[in-house]
């Protein structure tokens, strides 16, 4: 037990936490986001205006502001909760890490306080 603890468990919990920080980055596709963070979003009607009048032409043109606006938002809203998302699970990961030595120790002490009877 104690072997595999140290050696092939923790190299295991180790690449299970990459995996997790790789899908974490994957899901939320921050590359993709800060790539395209002012892109339009979703826009269906607006597209190229071949018409000379100059009331349409504004139109359409508020039309593509108001949905790169839209898009910015979502997408900086995504990238927020995405970062902390990826932030956190780094920090527990990271801490599970360097806990993952010490947790069969915690057998040892709480059978020590348990024989001095140590009050929590």
């Not at 037990?1 to 899901?27: C, E, I, P, S």
């Not at 915690?106 to 929590?120: E, G, M, N, P, S």
Request: a positive charge.
């Amino acid at each position: 037990m104690f072997q595999w603890w140290y050696t092939r468990g923790w190299r295991l919990y180790l690449q299970h936490f990459v995996d997790q920080l790789k899908n974490a980055v994957d899901f939320f596709s921050v590359g993709l986001l800060v790539r395209h963070l002012f892109a339009p979003f979703r826009q269906i009607s607006a597209g190229q205006v071949v018409s000379s009048d100059l009331s349409v032409k504004f139109s359409a043109f508020l039309d593509r502001l108001f949905s790169r606006v839209i898009g910015t938002i979502v997408r900086l809203f995504l990238l927020v909760i995405g970062t902390v998302v990826i932030i956190l699970r780094a920090i527990f990961g990271a801490l599970v890490a360097v806990l993952w030595p010490l947790a069969p120790l915690l057998i040892v002490i709480c059978l020590f306080c348990a024989l001095i009877q140590v009050r929590f």
